[in-house]
């Protein structure tokens, strides 16, 4: 059993590139999320997908598009990247949301945009 | 809105010391409390958590009280290994009623040291 697994594990881009980050879970779970790391700032939540067919915006959207493809996959996309954006991605998912069901995370993507 | 504040870190221990990190928050209503572990190179695992106010989450000689009067969820544990290296995340997730309904907000983390 995967879980939640991403790609790529490591990304450097250059300013004005563009690039999709990949997400998939094999737990059937309906709802799924796309966090950013940064060093002293914790996670912060960048858009989420309460269910197939549907998203919204997290608490940092500004510079991101998503598309839920379907149940099982979930990908976040840089139209044009900054220096900015250099953090540490994750994504997770759980059976559904809102609810006291557990999010799972993958393992994250280091982006660095130079 | 929501808010998760954690100690200042890094905090480096001996093997077999006594841990505690602070974590308090602020938040309307009655939300769920819980600490996640990132170890290195992987994803956030979910540790304990808590629903309501005093209850206390535990997991793998982990504890952690959910204290409504101070807005704190303090983790502890009694005696650390080299293997709890990691960082630790406090969380939220707001409750029922509330635009944060089901979203998740993390304190900062605190790294984890820990010394044979």
């Known amino acids: 059993n995967a879980g939640v697994t991403q790609t790529p594990k490591f990304q450097v881009l250059k300013t004005g590139q563009s690039m999709t980050l990949q997400c998939a879970q094999d737990?059937?779970?309906?709802?799924m999320y796309w966090y950013r790391q940064d060093p002293g700032m914790g996670l912060r939540l960048i858009y989420y997908?309460?269910?197939?067919?549907?998203?919204d915006k997290g608490e940092v959207p500004n510079g991101y598009n998503v598309s839920r493809l379907n149940k099982r996959e979930f990908s976040l996309r840089l139209e044009s990247a900054a220096p900015s954006q250099t953090s540490v991605y994750f994504c997770?998912?759980?059976?559904?949301?809102?609810?006291?069901?557990?999010?799972?995370f993958g393992p994250g993507t280091r982006l660095t945009v130079t | 809105g929501n808010s998760v504040t954690q100690m200042e870190g890094p905090v480096t221990l001996s093997e077999e010391a006594f841990l505690t990190i602070n974590c308090t928050y602020t938040?309307?209503?009655?939300?769920?409390l819980f600490w996640y572990v990132q170890y290195p190179g992987e994803g956030l695992q979910l540790l304990l958590k808590?629903?309501?106010?005093?209850d206390k989450g535990s997991n793998k000689g982990f504890e952690a009280t959910y204290r409504k009067e101070t807005t704190s969820f303090h983790l502890e544990k009694g005696s650390v290994q080299v293997s709890d290296s990691a960082v630790y995340f406090c969380?939220?997730?707001?409750?029922?009623?509330?635009?944060?309904?089901?979203?998740?907000?993390f304190g900062q983390g605190t790294i984890l040291t820990v010394h044979p």
């Open positions: 969380a939220l997730r707001g409750d029922a009623g509330g635009t944060s309904y089901g979203k998740l907000t």
């Open positions: 997770a998912s759980s059976l559904a949301a809102p609810s006291s069901y557990e999010q799972y």
């Open positions: 997908s309460a269910s197939e067919g549907t998203t």
């Open positions: 938040a309307t209503g009655y939300p769920s």
């Open positions: 808590a629903t309501k106010a005093d």
């Open positions: 737990m059937n779970h309906n709802s």
